[in-house]
């Protein structure tokens, strides 16, 4: 799997990145991480910030759609449809031929990285092996809206009870078996981007 040197998002595969936003306090390194970004290939770039928006930005880069769906991260449930509007963009996105789509957030923590495990239910992924994926890259990465990710799917492929109770057991026991901790985690990213 391709690794990034500056740029705040990690390969889940070879169309898929999760991760944070472009640093927002040095325009240096930002830009850096912005032709990262395009030098790996990156066509697509899925913004799920609520608090901020980088159309301008990324409307200097024509090779790369740029699209928001907003969401706050306040520990509060997401709605389906919000899962089904990002993760159709994606899909649509992915129909290109050598397409590769970043979905991210501020900090890459909860919200970006929830929307690619959606993407990964949907392209047929097994709860447990997406969320673990997910981690293995991004040793940050909480994944906290897995549980709503995975209501959403059993909704829309009308998933029998008995598999609907098995793999949230299963999520439950994977996060039970890898625990994180999130207040620290933010903590430190927090440190880090004071500096």
Known sequence: MRTLEVANAHFVTDRLLVGGDLDVFDADLAGRQLAELVGAGVTHVVDCRFELDATETWAQVPAVSYRRFPVDDAGQRIPPRWFEKGVAHVLEAMRS??????????????????????VLLALGWDPVDAIGAIRSVRQIANVYYAEDALAWHHQRTRAPREQRRADVRRLRSWREEHPLDVQHVIATIRRETAT
């Open 97 to 118: 031929e050598g397409s590769v789509v970043l979905t991210h957030c501020h900090m890459g923590v909860n919200r970006g990285p929830s929307l690619g495990f959606a």
